[in-house]
């Protein structure tokens, strides 16, 4: 081969290098022409960074979605946090209610027991008193509490109001603090207006026996009534109020 042929075979492999450049694959699998300034070379790179904002969208999109999979799990933890708390303000708060409505019953019993006082009657043989056949001796002393009614002390009956009247403080300002606690709940709301009535209906009676024992003349069976009414009225409370309590643990376990 000779040196000149030599020489023009080298520039005619330069010249196809020139002008057709240097080719590779793009993202695509599509052959492009990298050679700078070239169309295909701008429109590789183009393709490239649109497929790496699009990974990036890909990735945000799913680390969302993870997000969002995952806030239902926190609502139920908190949801079951928050019941536990409740109950147990519910449980404590019912549980003072229980003791108030339990000794406000003790003080009414304690006026029935003063209005219900009678005078003693011997029983030195069988025979009929009041109406009743009394065997003798029914008792070591031979007496029986059968006469007449006593009048009633008014200092105890003072002193058995006052105890009323605190108690009955108190028992507002607890049904307040539940009433708090149960407001977002229809069914713990139905058993708190219960209370709440019962507790309305309790001071009507004991307001009745304030007037009663305010007068000179003390009525044993005005007075009576009221307090009857009171102690039945708090013995109801009593059962409801516990019965609340369940409802609360209930209500608990659901969440």
Not at 155 to 164: C, R, T, V
Not at 211 to 218: D, Q
Request: hydrophobic share 35%.
């Amino acid at each position: 081969m000779s040196f000149s042929f030599k020489i023009f075979l080298f520039l005619g492999v330069m010249w196809l290098s020139l002008g057709l450049g240097v080719l590779a694959q793009d993202n695509l699998g599509n052959t492009v022409n990298l050679q700078p300034g070239s169309t295909n070379s701008k429109d590789s790179v183009n393709i490239k960074v649109e497929s790496n904002s699009n990974k990036a969208e890909f990735n945000n999109n799913k680390a969302e979605s993870d997000i969002a999979k995952a806030k239902p799990n926190n609502t139920t933890a908190q949801d079951k946090l928050s019941g536990k708390v409740i109950y147990g303000q519910v449980k404590d708060t019912v549980k003072e209610l229980e003791k108030t409505a339990h000794f406000w019953a003790r003080s009414a019993e304690d006026v029935i027991g003063e209005v219900e006082r009678h005078t003693y009657v011997a029983i030195p043989s069988p025979g009929i008193v009041g109406g009743t056949f009394i065997t003798p001796m029914p008792v070591p002393s031979g007496m029986v509490e059968m006469g007449d009614r006593l009048k009633p002390r008014k200092k105890w009956l003072n002193f058995y109001l006052n105890q009323m009247s605190k108690l009955q403080e108190y028992l507002s300002g607890e049904l307040v603090n539940l009433n708090k606690l149960v407001n977002d709940n229809a069914e713990l709301e139905t058993s708190y207006k219960i209370l709440s009535t019962i507790n309305d209906d309790c001071q009507k009676h004991y307001k009745n026996m304030q007037e009663y024992v305010s007068n000179n003349e003390l009525d044993n069976l005005k007075i009576g009534k009221e307090a009857l009414a009171i102690y039945d009225g708090m013995q109801s409370f009593e059962k409801k109020a516990h019965e609340l309590t369940k409802e609360a643990k209930t209500d608990e376990l659901k969440k």
